[in-house]
Each structure stands twice: as structure tokens, then as C-alpha cells.
């Protein structure tokens, strides 16, 4: 066998090179903003700066220089069409966010420099990740964005709980990986392929024979690795853990960006495979398992989160209720309902990462110094003190809870009606009930700012500008998406 044979040199065409110049922008970028950071005082500007103008540029290329028609790189290993430029656009815009939620707060708490390349090199894992539609390359993805991210969660230094949030997230990692890294062998062996599609083609063709245990164990431990990603109950062990010991500018970035990410992956897999006409009835349990987890993971996050004070922790149960949203969305694609499900799903995305931002934006400029874990006490009187400040927290709240005509309402409303439509009624119903219990701890909040008056020994908060222009853009865009939620649910036409 000839060298060539061994090894075969592939050239991109200019469509493709023209497909991945976002990736590479961000690629370049948190290699610049590592090299950058050492330098003695300006390092932190640098850093900070290179990866702003690599964000910008990359949003900039993702909207006018994406080609509408699905553009396959190096033979169909990466995959740039809407979905990826949508998602990719989604990362990006969180870790441009995270940065400038970083700004102040760093010195503050006297992280390193080099905070600003990490977050460039998850954004870049990201875009990779939402990109392929070959298991190995989504499994470097994966690793590059959670290698990146296990450095971010620990870079508190002085804080106990960052130490272990580290640890923890490393060690869930880790599980998650390999579970994932097992799954992907196993379908291998059974399908002869890593990319999604000819690994749907020869599972049809397996199931028509009957059940093969091989690929029904290597569905199910991919299934689990996503899971364990999402943040979907019974997996969810220790997130709320990371979510609190993390500074507030990275638990920010990581429920919007790295949930967002694993969304996108889940979702062009799901498309693939988790779709396949009979999937559901293979083994007679995989449905009742999901709706299982589906109804657990909904009621779970809106139980748990009536009981914290943290509002960091509040969050963080927060986001697993969302978790369940979600799922029930890609119950109705796996049913059937593929093209309206995948929407709902999309929209939801963009709705929650928007108004998490913002809100954990807020939070940053709320967190006290030393413990970074602001309480509803800490909220006490905000509504007199910063009137606008509470005014934004109020709307991502409100939001969230899908109060209507908020964003957050129409995102539920599009899932609900997409899961109804796939004959879901109970889930729905189930749904709906923990939406009810959850909205109970996000009005909380906003009793504290109006009603309860601040503490004496309250200090005042910082005005830090980074996360004061995250918080009003994302106001706007909150407001916005309320108003006209039918143009953000048809992205993905």
C-alpha cells in the first residue's frame, strides 16, 4: 500500500474555504489571545481585545459569508449549513458575552489573563461540535470545549469551591466522555462508519433482522454521554455543584454556551439517528425510558429550585427544569414531528441562551466580593437603589418563568404545541405543571428588590461596564424576541 493510499491528501475547494473562515477566525484568535496574555500589564487587554475582534469578525463572516446551501468539508467530516451557522453564532455571541462580563470582575478577583484565550478555545470546541457529523470529530470538539472549560471553572483560585467545582466537573467529564468513547466504538463495530448518516443507514438495515444488542448498547451509552452534557436528571449529580463553586462569568458562559453546544450536536445526531423510523420500539423500552427521564428532569429542577436562597444555585436547578423543556422537543422530533420540533427547539435555544446571559450578568454585578454567591437577601431594595438593573433582572426572570409576552413564553408555547402535536399530551401536561412550580422561585426575586428594604450594612454594587453592556443588549433583545418570536422561530427556513 503507497503512502498516498496510507494517508490520501485532500485540498479544500474555495466553497469550503470560504464555509469554515468563522472557525478559523476563532481558532486564530484563541491561539493570538494564549500568546498575548503573558505580556507584562497590557497582556489582559490584549488578550481581551483579540478576542473581541475575533468574535466580531467570526459573527460577521457566520452572517454574510455562510453559504444558504450545506457546504460538506473534507468529504463530509465538518458540515456548514444553517444549523451550524445558527448554533455557531449562538457560542460565539456567549463567549464574546462572557468576556466582557469578565471585564473588572477579573481584577476583582484576580484571575489570570489567560481566562480570555480559554473562552476562545471552548467557543472554537463549540463550533466544531455543532459542525460534524462524524463521531470522532465530535468527540475532539467535545474535549477541546471541556478542557478549555475544566481550567475555566477552576481559575478562582483563592475560592475553596472553585477548587472542587473543578474537580467535580472534571471527574463528570471524564464519565461522560468515556461512556460517549464507548458508545461511538460500539457503533462502529456494527455500522463500519463514524459519520451520522451511514451510521442511521446501517442501523435501518440492522433492525429489519431483528435486535441486535451491539448497536442498541452503543445507541444507548451515546444517548447517556449527551445526557450527562445537558444536564438532564438522573445525570445531573454534582451540576449545581460546578454551576455555584464557578465565577458567576463562566457559570454564565456554561449554561448558555456549552448547554447551547451540546443542544446543536444532540440535535444534528438526533436528525440522523435518534430519528430513525421504529427507533423507539427497539427493546419495547427506550420510549418509556425517556419519558421517564423527560418527566423526572422537568419536575426535579422546578422542585429543588423553591427551596435555594443562593440565586446562583437557583439558577442552576433552574437550568435543568429548562433541560426538560428541551428534551420534550426532541421527544416530539424522535416521534416524528422532525421539522416543527427541530424549530421549537432552535427558537427555545436562542430565547434561553439570551435571557440566562443577561441574567447571569446581573448576578455579576451583584456578587459580593470573596464569596461570588449573591442571595435574595443581597436583592433586598435593589428596585430603589438601581431601578434599571432591577428592572433587566425582572425581565430575564419573567422570562424564564414564561410569563407572557415574554420570549421565554413563546419558546415554551412552540415545544408544548410541537410535543401536542406528537400526540405527547401527558408529558405536556406534566410540563406545564412544573413551568407553574418553577415561576413560584423566579417571582421570588422580584419580591425581594420591590418589597423587602436593603440591609444597612448592604454596599453598594459595582458598575462594572462589561456586564452593564451585556445586560442591556440582552434587555433589548429579550424585549424583542417577545415582540416578534414567529421571525426567530423560522431561523432554521
Known amino acids: 500500500m503507497s503512502f498516498a493510499e496510507l494517508f490520501p491528501i485532500q485540498f479544500l475547494s474555495g466553497a469550503e474555504w470560504q464555509a469554515i473562515i468563522p472557525l478559523l477566525i476563532m481558532s486564530l484568535s484563541s491561539v493570538l489571545a494564549l500568546l498575548f496574555s503573558p505580556l507584562h500589564d497590557k497582556g489582559r487587554l490584549v488578550s481581551f481585545t483579540t478576542l473581541t475582534a475575533g468574535s466580531v469578525l467570526a459573527l460577521l463572516a457566520l452572517v454574510f459569508m455562510v453559504p444558504d446551501a450545506p457546504v460538506p468539508v473534507l468529504g463530509g467530516i465538518l458540515i456548514?449549513?444553517?444549523?451550524?451557522?445558527?448554533?455557531?453564532?449562538?457560542?460565539?455571541?456567549?463567549?464574546?458575552?462572557?468576556?466582557?462580563?469578565t471585564l473588572g470582575?477579573?481584577?476583582?478577583?484576580?484571575?489570570?489573563?489567560?481566562?480570555?484565550?480559554?473562552?476562545?478555545?471552548?467557543?472554537?470546541?463549540?463550533?466544531?461540535?455543532?459542525?460534524?457529523?462524524?463521531?470522532?470529530?465530535?468527540?475532539?470538539?467535545?474535549?477541546?470545549?471541556?478542557?478549555?472549560?475544566?481550567?475555566?471553572?477552576?481559575?478562582?483560585?483563592?475560592?475553596?469551591?472553585?477548587?472542587?467545582?473543578?474537580?467535580?466537573?472534571?471527574?463528570?467529564?471524564?464519565?461522560?466522555?468515556?461512556?460517549?468513547?464507548?458508545?461511538?466504538?460500539?457503533?462502529?463495530?456494527?455500522?463500519?462508519?463514524?459519520?451520522?448518516?451511514?451510521?442511521?443507514?446501517g442501523l435501518s438495515r440492522l433492525w429489519q433482522t431483528g435486535t441486535p444488542m451491539l448497536p442498541v448498547a452503543g445507541l444507548v451509552m451515546v444517548a447517556i454521554g449527551f445526557l450527562f452534557k445537558v444536564g438532564a436528571v438522573p445525570f445531573h449529580v454534582w451540576i449545581p455543584d460546578v454551576y455555584t463553586g464557578a465565577s458567576t462569568p463562566v457559570t454564565g458562559f456554561m449554561i448558555s454556551g456549552v448547554k447551547a453546544a451540546a443542544i446543536g450536536a444532540l440535535l444534528r445526531f438526533s436528525a440522523d439517528v435518534f430519528a430513525l423510523p421504529g427507533l423507539l420500539m427497539v427493546g419495547g423500552s427506550f420510549y418509556w425510558i425517556l419519558w421517564a427521564i423527560i418527566a423526572f428532569t422537568l419536575l426535579f429542577g422546578a422542585l429543588v429550585g423553591l427551596r435555594q436562597s443562593s440565586l446562583k444555585r437557583m439558577l442552576a436547578y433552574s437550568t435543568i427544569a429548562h433541560t426538560g423543556y428541551v428534551l420534550l422537543g426532541f421527544l416530539a422530533l424522535i416521534v416524528g414531528q422532525k421539522e416543527g420540533a427541530a424549530d421549537a427547539i432552535v427558537s427555545y435555544t436562542l430565547f434561553y441562551v439570551v435571557m440566562n446571559l443577561g441574567g447571569f450578568a446581573v448576578l455579576t454585578l451583584l456578587s459580593p466580593e470573596g464569596s461570588d454567591e449573591p442571595s435574595?437577601?443581597?436583592?433586598?431594595g435593589l428596585g430603589q437603589r438601581r431601578p434599571y438593573l432591577a428592572f433587566a433582572l425582572s425581565l430575564f426572570l419573567l422570562s424564564m418563568a414564561g410569563i407572557p409576552p415574554t420570549a421565554?413564553?413563546?419558546?415554551?408555547?412552540?415545544?408544548?404545541?410541537?410535543?401536542?402535536?406528537?400526540?405527547?399530551?401527558?408529558?405536556?401536561?406534566?410540563?406545564?405543571?412544573?413551568?407553574?412550580?418553577?415561576?413560584?422561585?423566579?417571582?421570588?426575586?422580584?419580591?425581594?428588590?420591590?418589597?423587602?428594604?436593603?440591609?444597612?450594612?448592604?454596599?453598594?454594587?459595582?458598575?462594572?461596564?462589561?456586564?452593564?453592556?451585556?445586560?442591556?443588549?440582552?434587555?433589548?433583545?429579550?424585549?424583542?424576541?417577545?415582540?416578534?418570536?414567529?421571525?426567530?422561530?423560522?431561523?432554521?427556513?
Open 376 to 380: 435574595l437577601q443581597d436583592l433586598a
Open 80 to 101: 456548514i449549513d444553517r444549523l451550524s451557522q445558527i448554533f455557531s453564532a449562538l457560542t460565539v455571541s456567549a463567549g464574546l458575552a462572557a468576556a466582557f462580563m
Open 105 to 201: 470582575y477579573d481584577q476583582r478577583e484576580k484571575i489570570h489573563a489567560e481566562v480570555y484565550s480559554l473562552i476562545a478555545f471552548a467557543v472554537a470546541g463549540m463550533m466544531i461540535l455543532v459542525s460534524t457529523r462524524d463521531l470522532m470529530v465530535l468527540f475532539i470538539g467535545l474535549e477541546l470545549m471541556s478542557l478549555a472549560v475544566y481550567v475555566l471553572v477552576s481559575m478562582r483560585r483563592q475560592a475553596a469551591m472553585a477548587a472542587e467545582a473543578g474537580l467535580k466537573y472534571f471527574l463528570l467529564g471524564g464519565v461522560a466522555s468515556a461512556i460517549l468513547l464507548y458508545g461511538v466504538s460500539l457503533l462502529y463495530g456494527s455500522t463500519g462508519s463514524l459519520k451520522f448518516d451511514v451510521i442511521g443507514q
Open 408 to 493: 421565554g413564553f413563546f419558546g415554551k408555547y412552540y415545544l408544548f404545541m410541537s410535543a401536542m402535536s406528537a400526540g405527547e399530551l401527558g408529558l405536556t401536561i406534566l410540563a406545564v405543571l412544573g413551568s407553574v412550580i418553577s415561576a413560584a422561585f423566579y417571582l421570588r426575586p422580584l419580591v425581594y428588590m420591590y418589597m423587602r428594604p436593603a440591609d444597612e450594612t448592604s454596599v453598594s454594587e459595582p458598575r462594572w461596564f462589561g456586564s452593564s453592556a451585556v445586560v442591556g443588549l440582552a434587555a433589548v433583545l429579550t424585549l424583542v424576541m417577545g415582540l416578534i418570536p414567529s421571525w426567530f422561530s423560522s431561523l432554521m427556513k
